[in-house]
């Protein structure tokens, strides 16, 4: 049977939900810590999180703070009410028999994400984590009620995603955005970021059926499942055959994603308003003052760099993914105006270094003076990473390292002539080779030069003594 549809008419729609972990102290609605990685399992629980008979839920205005960060961060629109609701389901991860939620009044609606294709988002709401189910070994099944309680907020797109590189793109967008605000490690693996994708193939202009994928715990596992999901649809819609809406896993080990249970409709959960609940309402001061509280976003950021510091994107890319660094950069910039050389070491030195962003231990001053020194031509480039090294592990001041380790640069040059004089008559074979043609010779040679000073020969006079002396072919006195 010929083909119906040619593939070049497939048109692929997908749309994200992402959950992400507010980095809140305490959980959604009550008092116990939401810190719960590696902690002792059932260690942060209470009546409430427990879902004992009478325990009330009492909203926690940080977690709504963080939201709104978000929401705004997002160019959603903020109700100005929005309600919570039971989500009924029964999982022994869930001590309620329901999990709060928001469904028809969510806090925010109607946002948008740029990559720079506009990706509109539906909404923004806010919702409490399920517990954890530990199946051992033996066939037993444990369980973690540290996660119940814990707040996220799920951000849910249209669907204007049109490929697994761009769902991935999002994704990671997604999670510098939550960084920069503070209100998300964007951890993947350890769960703190979780997305669902619902994808569909059509032939034409209209949609098709759709399918969930659940279980995409990386960027890679985005990317990969939705890929799969592509090829999977395409197949079988050029076969003749038709989908069905159904949730799948994305099952990292095969590569394959595989059928789940056949999707269930929202009226399942017999959503209805939470009657321990009051509505929560946001007024315009409080979305002001959180609007006004919000960083510098990554996109902004991005483009002010490329307009005011000319930098190439790649070095663009690399500096703003995490704000302490973005920041770094700009506080050393403002010390030592060379933006492009700035950006060189900070990414080849300072990177190498740090291990995590936040813990940046030499000062931007600190790290501009190195660069003063270089380009004074006190140190040279090698001693500088030396420095730099010294000063991140100690916090001392690269000046002091240089007077007290007495690594100013040698520059004298009748100094330099001498060192130069008696390598070059210690090493009669890389003289002899230089003269025959070898030009890679003159690079041991300088080497031999480096070592004698402790790292300390300005290479440019270096390089050049050394080219004159060889060059006039002339026997080097015996210092
Ligand atoms: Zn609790």
Not at 152 to 158: H, P, R
Not at 366 to 384: E, K, W, Y
Not at 426 to 435: C, G, I, L, S, Y
């Amino acid at each position: 049977m010929p083909c119906p549809y040619s593939v070049k008419t497939m048109r692929t729609v997908i749309g994200l939900e992402v959950h992400a972990q507010l980095l809140t102290k305490t959980k959604l609605f009550c008092s116990c810590s939401a810190d719960y990685f590696g902690a002792p399992p059932n260690a942060h629980t209470c009546p409430v999180c427990l879902g004992m008979p009478g325990a009330l839920p009492v909203l926690n205005e940080r977690a709504v703070e963080y939201a709104l960060k978000a929401a705004l961060a997002l160019h959603c629109e903020v109700l100005s009410r929005s309600t919570f609701a039971r989500k009924n389901y029964f999982y022994p991860d869930l001590p309620k028999g329901y999990q709060i939620s928001q469904f028809d009044e969510p806090l925010a609606v109607n946002g948008s994400l740029d990559l720079p294709k506009r990706i509109r988002i539906r909404r923004v709401h806010l919702e409490e984590d399920a517990g954890k189910l530990l199946h051992t070994e033996t066939g037993v099944t444990l369980v973690d009620l540290n996660r119940a309680g814990v707040p996220l907020i799920e951000i849910v797109s249209e669907p204007d995603l049109s490929s697994p590189e761009e769902a991935r793109l999002y994704m990671e967008e997604l999670r510098r955005v939550l960084r920069y605000l503070g209100v998300c490690s964007g951890d993947m693996e350890e769960g703190s970021l979780r997305c669902d994708a619902n994808i569909s193939v059509s032939p034409d202009t209209a949609l098709g059926t759709k399918t969930e994928i659940k279980n995409l715990n990386s960027f890679k596992a985005v990317e990969a499942a939705l890929a799969y999901e592509v090829h999977r649809q395409r197949e079988i819609l050029e076969r003749g055959g038709s989908l069905t809406q159904e949730t799948r896993l994305w099952n990292e080990k095969t590569g394959q994603t595989e059928p789940m249970r056949s999707k269930e409709e929202s009226e399942d959960y017999r959503y209805f308003p939470d009657p321990d609940l009051v509505p929560l309402q946001v007024d315009d001061a409080w979305r002001e003052k959180v609007q006004k509280s919000l960083p510098e976003l990554p996109a902004a950021k991005r483009a002010r760099w490329a307009q005011e510091y000319k930098l190439p994107e790649y070095d663009i890319a690399v500096l703003t993914e995490e704000r302490p660094i973005a920041e770094y950069f700009e506080a050393v910039v403002k010390l030592y105006n060379s933006p492009k050389d700035v950006s060189n070491w900070v990414m080849s030195e300072l990177l190498r270094l740090v291990k995590e962003p936040t813990e940046i231990t030499i000062t931007p001053e600190h790290f501009a003076q190195v660069l003063q020194m270089v380009s004074a031509g006190q140190i040279n480039r090698t001693v500088a990473k030396e420095v730099i090294e010294e000063s991140f592990k100690t916090g001392k001041a690269p000046d002091e390292i240089v007077r007290q380790r007495g690594l100013e640069q040698i520059s004298d040059e009748s100094m330099l002539a001498e060192i130069v004089a008696r390598v070059l008559a210690e090493n009669p074979k890389a003289v002899a080779d230089f003269r025959s043609g070898k030009e890679a010779a003159l690079g041991f040679l300088q080497g031999q030069v480096m070592k004698a000073t402790g790292g300390q020969a300005n290479p440019k006079k270096t390089r050049e003594l050394l080219s004159w002396l060889l060059n006039r072919d002339l026997t080097p006195p015996l210092p």
